[in-house]
């Protein structure tokens, strides 16, 4: 009932609904997180801080909101006390694939690509495929100049998701940090052909910086790109960027 009124937008509504689902059973996760969801979304974190350790209280190893706990403290700048909830979630919960990447995703942007790689290949067999380990491993691989591997883990992600552009630019990405220029082109002009408007300009910057550092080639690349997407905003930012250096 409660998730019927928030989707309705009767958040007065739904907000009693969930409160009486916590009275009658303290620590309930569903109620506790979703007003949790409702403090942040009133800049009240103190609130929110409140209903998660209710959980917790019940259900110390509750995953999702052990993750939503260390989103908090790295919402309030505790980077440290969120590392530590990311851990715990971690190590309380060995088959769950959710924090482990969630980890790695938080080393990664701590600058400790290293640490995420091991994080990220210490997830369970059974995951090995799912979409998300992969682009978190190979952003990691290629954080971590472990070229090779970035390139065996985005390929295997686009097998995964063909029909990602994401993907195809992340696996371009991998190729141009290894020279190989021809595939990158094509993975990328892969990516613009599904959604020609998720590209960004430093993507395409990403892969005209993999090229030899002559000019000539640079805007030839360019060039080749506008033959395709002649009036794409983003390969007319890169022209205007090349043209400038």
Same mark, same amino acid.
């Given at each position: 009932?409660?998730?019927?009124?928030?989707?309705? /937008?009767?958040?007065?509504? @739904? #907000? =009693?609904?969930?409160? +009486? !689902?916590?009275? *009658?059973? $303290? %620590?309930?996760?569903?109620?506790?997180?979703?007003?949790?969801?409702?403090?942040?979304?009133e800049?009240?974190?103190?609130?929110?801080?409140?209903?998660?350790?209710?959980?917790?209280?019940?259900?110390?190893?509750?995953?999702?909101?052990?993750?939503?706990?260390?989103?908090?403290?790295?919402?309030? /700048?505790?980077?440290?006390? @969120? #590392? =530590?909830?990311?851990? +715990? !979630?971690v190590? *309380?919960? $060995? %088959?769950?694939?959710?924090?482990?990447?969630?980890?790695?995703?938080?080393?990664?942007?701590?600058g400790?690509?290293?640490?995420?790689?091991?994080?990220?290949?210490?997830?369970?067999?059974?995951?090995?495929?799912?979409?998300?380990?992969?682009?978190?491993?190979?952003?990691?691989?290629?954080?971590?100049?472990?070229?090779?591997? @970035?390139?065996t883990?985005?390929?295997?992600?686009?097998?995964?998701? $063909?029909?990602?552009?994401?993907?195809?630019?992340?696996?371009?990405?991998?190729?141009?940090?290894?020279?190989?220029?021809?595939?990158?082109?094509?993975?990328?002009?892969?990516?613009?052909?599904?959604?020609?408007?998720?590209?960004?300009?430093?993507?395409?910057?990403?892969?005209?910086?993999?090229?030899?550092?002559?000019?000539?080639?640079?805007?030839a690349?360019?060039?080749?790109?506008?033959?395709?997407? $002649?009036?794409?905003?983003?390969?007319?930012?890169?022209?205007?960027?090349?043209?400038?250096?």
């Amino acid at each position: 009932l409660a998730i019927a009124h928030a989707g309705k /937008g009767e958040s007065g509504k @739904a #907000r =009693a609904a969930f409160e +009486e !689902a916590l009275q *009658k059973e $303290p %620590g309930n996760p569903s109620a506790a997180i979703n007003l949790a969801s409702m403090a942040l979304n009133e800049d009240d974190p103190d609130t929110a801080r409140g209903y998660y350790e209710q959980v917790l209280a019940q259900h110390p190893d509750h995953a999702e909101t052990l993750l939503r706990m260390a989103s908090l403290e790295s919402r309030e /700048g505790n980077q440290a006390a @969120a #590392r =530590a909830r990311l851990q +715990e !979630a971690v190590e *309380k919960n $060995p %088959g769950a694939l959710q924090p482990q990447v969630a980890l790695g995703r938080f080393q990664l942007q701590a600058g400790e690509p290293l640490q995420a790689v091991e994080t990220l290949r210490g997830a369970p067999e059974r995951y090995a495929g799912h979409p998300a380990l992969l682009a978190v491993l190979g952003e990691a691989q290629l954080a971590a100049s472990e070229t090779a591997n @970035a390139v065996t883990t985005l390929e295997r992600l686009v097998e995964t998701q $063909p029909a990602s552009a994401q993907a195809h630019y992340r696996l371009a990405s991998a190729y141009g940090a290894g020279r190989n220029i021809a595939d990158a082109k094509r993975e990328l002009l892969a990516g613009m052909r599904i959604d020609p408007d998720d590209v960004t300009a430093s993507w395409l910057m990403t892969m005209v910086s993999s090229l030899q550092s002559e000019m000539e080639a640079k805007n030839a690349w360019v060039e080749e790109l506008k033959g395709s997407y $002649p009036e794409h905003p983003q390969v007319l930012d890169l022209e205007a960027q090349l043209a400038l250096k």
